[in-house]
């Protein structure tokens, strides 16, 4: 395992009834970096994060994190260690009003002074929480919910914020402002790993990417060499790198290929 690894898993099997969805998974997120996990669909992307956060239990392998092991832990106890988790699916309250989804974030927190002075501080991070302080959560966009349940997330001042999809049914203009929201939660000293449909986008903002394939790491290396890697495009057209790699011909200088 890397020195600077943050979170390590180590020969991790998972999946449902009975099935592995992740067969002795192997990888690393840098401590203080954003890590996206890439992948065709049902490569094990969303399994993974979710057996992070303590929703799957794995069947074998270990997930160090802090220098303990999750595997086993139940998702208010892996919540307490300061791992966060921002779901797929839209998950406010709709009924509640934005400052009070945001202060459910800390309900683990029971000092008040403290929940208010991370109140504040959110409000400053995100101007959406004291713009629409009274309004239901219901009545704001798609991209204004994910804003707040970033901001809910931080509640907690997790160490590390697992964000599965953030971007699913978002405008372009939106798409761009939860961006730059990740960054500014990372630049703020969260580690960040990231499962993302904008595969692209996300890997150029990334300090390491790593690959799945039917549930194993094909590919693992820093967002760049993830995102330049001659065979990634193979993951996104279906099939698998052997395959492709077979029925094509090598390049001369596959280093200076882009996927672009």
């Keep these: 395992m890397a020195e600077d690894a943050f979170v390590s898993f180590r020969g991790v099997f998972a999946?449902?009834?009975g099935a592995d969805v992740l067969k002795d998974v192997n990888c690393e997120v840098e401590r203080g970096g954003v890590t996206t996990i890439v992948g065709p669909n049902g490569s094990g992307k969303s399994t993974l994060l979710k057996?992070?956060?303590?929703?799957l239990k794995p069947r074998e392998g270990e997930i160090?994190?802090?220098?303990?092991?999750?595997?086993g832990k139940t998702p208010k106890e892996i919540l307490k260690l300061g791992v966060v988790q921002v779901p797929q699916n839209h998950s406010l309250f709709?009924?509640?009003t934005v400052q009070e989804n945001v202060e459910l974030g800390a309900f683990l927190v029971k000092d008040k002074k403290v929940v208010a002075s991370r109140l504040n501080m959110?409000?400053?991070?995100?101007?959406?929480?004291?713009?629409?302080a009274n309004d239901k959560a219901g009545s704001l966009s798609g991209g204004q919910q994910r804003l707040v349940e970033f901001a809910?997330?931080?509640?907690?001042?997790?160490?590390?914020?697992?964000?599965?999809?953030?971007?699913?049914g978002l405008d372009p203009k939106t798409l761009k402002s939860m961006f730059a929201t990740i960054k500014m939660m990372n630049n703020a000293g969260r580690t960040v790993l990231l499962v993302e449909q904008n595969a692209r986008r996300a890997l150029k903002m990334s300090h390491h990417g790593v690959v799945l394939e039917n549930g194993k790491v094909r590919l693992s290396g820093t967002g760049s060499e993830v995102l330049n890697h001659p065979e990634i495009g193979a993951l996104y057209l279906g099939g698998s790198i052997?395959?492709?790699t077979a029925a094509t011909v090598v390049p001369e200088?596959?280093?200076?290929?882009?996927?672009?």
Excluded: H, W
């Design 253 to 260: 200088s596959p280093e200076s290929e882009s996927v672009e």
């Design 64 to 71: 160090i994190f802090k220098g303990q092991n999750l595997v």
């Design 152 to 168: 809910r997330c931080l509640m907690l001042e997790p160490d590390l914020v697992v964000l599965d999809e953030p971007s699913m």
């Design 94 to 96: 709709r009924e509640m």
């Design 122 to 132: 959110i409000r400053e991070m995100f101007p959406i929480v004291t713009e629409r």
């Design 242 to 244: 052997e395959e492709t």
């Design 15 to 17: 999946g449902y009834g």
């Design 51 to 55: 057996t992070v956060s303590g929703l």
